[in-house]
């Protein structure tokens, strides 16, 4: 063996190992997240009696009712409806006001600009469960309990930041040139944003809306804190009513989790390359 040879080897040895380590840690992640859903999915096909005398394996009596009851109550259908007006409402509310904040802070100098953005960035570290109580202050007194506004605009005032950020980082990647050929061209600078930027940054509007409406699906804390009717209880809230009054039904509960992750875990199946695809092209630009 030549001496050229042998670090050749070696590394090819080492590149090899890394694989399949990576491989390995993927595979372990993957069953951590995929194992605990295909319990909870198998086990709403068992009764509660046989789910605590056999937990792990396959039911021996399919019980199918734990599901298409669920599936023929209003109720269910109503509370999916619920979260799918306030995820569309919120994502519509904080796209729109982040997009325009983020093209000033982009593509305009003005005295203080760095300040007033580092202000917004601040919003990532403000936790909302801080906020609670003068929110929940601010709500009553503007007639926004029990009311869809009053979930919908605090989700959108803390979807702000991580928005802004995002959108900010797109829009200064645009090249200067290409604004000023539409200005001279008497595009206004409405015109250019709505025009040329917003068409160029749909990777970007894509990614956002992505997580603003995963956010909101997933939010429970400001429903429950908002929603004292079940009228307008979103998938959240639902799932921890239910299990208050399911709560020796161990099987059906899971059987109403399991459908109440389904219509984000297909929203997610459709909008992944969307998601990837625009933190991958914000990634690369520069």
Known sequence: MTPTTAPSSTRRLRSRLRGLSMHAIIWVV?????????????????????????????PRQWVTANYTELLASGSFWRQVANSTVIALATMLVTVAVSALAAYVFARFAFRGREVVFTLFA?????????????????????????????????????????????LRGFFRNVPAELEEAA??????????????????????LATVSVLAIVTSWNNFFLPLLVFTEPDW?????????FQ?????????????????????????????????????????KG
Not at 193 to 199: D, G, K, Q, V
Not at 233 to 241: A, K
């Open 122 to 166: 601040i919003g990532l570290m403000f936790p909302f469960a801080v906020a609670i109580l003068p929110l929940f202050i601010l709500l009553r007194s503007f007639g926004l309990l029990d009311n869809p506004l009053g979930v919908i605009l605090p989700q959108a005032a803390f979807g702000l930041p991580m928005t802004i950020i995002v």
């Open 233 to 241: 209880w979103t998938i959240p809230v639902g799932v921890q009513q």
């Open 183 to 204: 200005i001279i061209d008497g595009c206004s600078a409405f015109g250019f944003f709505w025009r040329i930027l917003l068409p160029m940054a749909r990777p970007a």
């Open 244 to 284: 208050g009054q399911y709560a020796q039904d161990t099987a059906r509960i899971l059987a109403y989790v399991v459908l109440a992750m389904a219509p984000a875990l297909a929203f997610y199946t459709v909008a992944e390359r969307q998601l990837i695809g625009g933190l991958t092209a914000g990634a690369t």
């Open 30 to 58: 993957g069953a951590m997240i995929v194992v605990p859903l295909l319990y909870a999915l198998v086990s709403g096909f068992k009764s509660t009696s046989e789910l605590s005398g056999n937990p792990f394996g396959l």
